[in-house]
């Protein structure tokens, strides 16, 4: 079959390849990217699809709108406020299945071929894989341990002049960084002096550990005049009440919402009526906090056990920053006392071992590490957690 040029620029994510690997018994695995299952609220997402029938049947059941149910847009708004943007109309945003199809709807209303895209180095795969499919030329922004390096996208926007500038702000995928307060409003204020759309994508920001993070980039907006126009915001319930449920949204400039809206009529005409009237009434029935302080609670204790682990197992062999929210830990291997320096030499030996994780080097569009790694704390338990990073350190020496 002759198959569309476009698809010459993309492959098969290197995750999922791993994935098949993973058969083997007794496997612990710290490669997947999604919450416990064991957490979710069956009970309060039962009682909310029970209520969603018996409101109303006709419109959890039928076709809907393609901006989005209107009980969930306005339930999302009031989620939005509740953590400071507090000036998100209903209408302002649309209803996309998962955040995945808010980042696609951009993609296929951005980018052309040969488009400048710039990204975080290393950020979401998937992100990469999409962009790249609408032919983006994706150029890399260095980052820290305070997200990206801001002097150092300056100088990319004013020599590349994108498209758009992809960010995870608030605990990003792979890396786990969260941008600085002074970042933040810094990215605002390029986006007006370059008159540059920023996509902040935001699917980890309610999974901290402790101090919440500095407020959104769609929240400090207001206090960037102009920034509200180059800014679009992508949420998402997966990692906080279920993947499963596949509900996400899109914040945008009214232009590009009216395009996005379009595209997502041709892609799936709407997200389910179903899955949204279901969400709709899980927020209105207020269980969100409890739910949020629970998985909160989990995930800071698997991360301290998997950081504890480390710091003691492997020693200066592995260079990282201890997780302040998220799913992961972004780590780096130093070569200290001889030890494997390779994430992807590391990785098949894991295997061998009993234990697996995502080599990093795919997380880069360009020039990548390959002595980075990403591990997942998220659905493991304490126990496993320390089981799994015993047999990376066999693994390790080899």
Not at 32 to 55: C, H, K, N, T, W
Not at 119 to 145: K, N
Request: charged fraction near 20%; include cysteine.
């Amino acid at each position: 079959m002759q198959f569309a040029d476009r698809l010459n620029n993309v492959e098969t994510s290197a995750i999922r390849e791993l994935f098949k690997l993973l058969g083997k018994p007794g496997i612990i695995s710290f490669a997947g990217g999604f919450p416990d299952s064991a957490m979710f609220d069956v009970d309060g997402i039962r009682e909310a699809s029970q209520r969603a029938l018996a409101d109303e049947p006709g419109a959890a059941l039928q076709y809907g709108a393609t901006e989005g149910y209107e009980p969930l847009r306005a339930q999302l708004s009031a989620f939005m406020a509740a953590k400071g943007a507090q000036d998100v109309a209903p209408g302002e945003l649309i209803v996309t299945t998962g955040s995945q199809q808010a980042l696609d709807l951009l993609g296929k209303t951005m980018i052309g071929p040969g488009d400048k895209v710039i990204v975080e180095g290393p950020t979401f795969l998937a992100t990469i894989q999409c962009f790249r499919l609408y032919g983006a030329d994706l150029v890399s922004a260095p980052i820290d341990g305070d997200g990206v390096q801001t002097d150092a996208l300056e100088r990319l926007i004013a020599e590349h002049r994108p498209k758009l500038v992809y960010l995870i702000p608030t605990f990003g995928n792979p890396s786990g960084a969260t941008l600085s307060l002074a970042r933040r409003r810094k990215v605002l204020e390029l986006a007006v002096k370059y008159q540059t759309l920023i996509v902040e994508d935001d699917p980890y920001g309610d999974l901290y550990f402790g101090d919440a993070p500095p407020p959104s980039l769609l929240a400090l907006s207001h206090e960037v005049p102009g920034s509200r126009d180059l800014l679009a915001h992508c949420g998402s319930l997966s990692k906080v009440l279920s993947p499963g449920l596949r509900v996400g949204w899109l914040v945008a400039p009214p232009e590009l919402l009216a395009k996005a809206t379009m595209c997502k009529q041709f892609s799936d005409a709407h997200t389910s009526t179903f899955a949204q009237a279901t969400a709709a009434q899980y927020l209105k029935a207020g269980r969100m906090p409890a739910t949020l302080a629970h998985v909160r609670a989990v995930y800071a204790e698997r991360a301290q056990a998997m950081g504890d682990a480390l710091r003691s197992e492997l020693g200066t062999a592995v260079d990282f920053v201890q997780p302040r929210g998220g799913l992961f830990v972004w780590a780096r291997l130093t070569g200290a006392g001889g030890a494997v320096a390779d994430g992807n030499v590391l990785a098949k030996r894991a295997i061998d071992k009993g234990v697996a994780f995502v080599p990093g080097a795919p997380f880069f569009c360009a020039n990548p590490d390959p002595a980075t790694l990403r591990l997942s704390f998220a659905t493991a338990d304490v126990a496993k957690i320390r089981e799994g990073v015993a047999r990376l350190a066999q693994a390790l020496q080899g």
